[in-house]
């Protein structure tokens, strides 16, 4: 079984719409972390949890809020969808040394 | 904050031949500078990483070179191989050990048999 996991791992919604993105994990790390990627700029840090009762924002958290459930469990959540939201989004955990990545979602917004 | 560029966005090379990614940084207090591989429909994966207390590392075919002075660090790969078809990310941090990275934008590096 996968250490980090997504769901949904493809969605498709419209303008305006609510949508949250769960992410799960059993590696029983601490650090959450919720990035989205978009060709030719990387990977652009939205929000990160070190743990249960912390939660910080990124580098573009605007229009994306969080929710920290548990130590595994780690929502990002879209309150109203715009297009240019469309993009591709990863879930991550670290210990001190490294970050283990989700699959992915990815997320349109028509 | 910290930005750090990436060079080039795209990189294909033969079978055999090595490769060569460079990444600069802005802020001369980052102590971290990982490197992740991204395989097509998977999250990024650690494939090396440097601290700013030595100036290269290496693990097989894969080697990582930093410049603290000129503030830039590079990837190189060596005999490459098909399998090394992927994006690769690099990525800085300033605190060791809190994991809150700045990557930069991405190398599709192709490599034809």
């Known amino acids: 079984d996968a250490d980090v996991t997504q769901t949904p791992r493809n969605r498709i919604t419209k303008t305006g719409k609510r949508i949250m993105l769960e992410c799960s994990q059993t590696?029983?790390?601490?650090?959450m972390y919720w990035y989205r990627q978009d060709p030719g700029l990387g990977l652009r840090l939205i929000y990160y949890?070190?743990?249960?009762?912390?939660?910080n924002k990124g580098e573009i958290s605007d229009g994306y809020s969080v929710s920290r459930q548990a130590q595994a469990k780690f929502s990002l959540s879209l309150e109203s969808a715009i297009p240019n939201q469309t993009a591709l989004y990863f879930c991550?955990?670290?210990?001190?040394?490294?970050?283990?990545f989700g699959p992915g979602t990815r997320l349109t917004v028509l | 904050g910290e930005n750090v560029e990436q060079h080039p966005s795209t990189l294909s090379v033969q079978e055999g031949d090595s490769a060569v990614i460079k990444c600069t940084y802005s802020?001369?207090?980052?102590?971290?500078f990982p490197w992740y591989k991204q395989e097509l429909g998977k999250g990024p994966q650690l494939i090396i990483d440097?601290?700013?207390?030595?100036g290269e590392k290496k693990d097989q075919r894969i080697a990582v070179t930093l410049n603290k002075t000129a503030k830039h660090f590079s990837l190189h790969i060596t005999e490459t191989q098909p399998e090394d078809s992927a994006v690769y990310f690099c990525?800085?941090?300033?605190?060791?050990?809190?994991?809150?990275?700045?990557f930069g934008t991405g190398t599709r590096l192709l490599v034809s048999p």
């Open positions: 991550a955990t670290s210990n001190y040394n490294e970050q283990f």
């Open positions: 590696k029983g790390h601490d650090r």
């Open positions: 949890s070190f743990d249960v009762k912390d939660i």
């Open positions: 802020d001369s207090a980052s102590n971290y």
């Open positions: 440097i601290r700013s207390n030595v």
């Open positions: 990525a800085a941090e300033r605190n060791t050990g809190f994991q809150k990275l700045v």
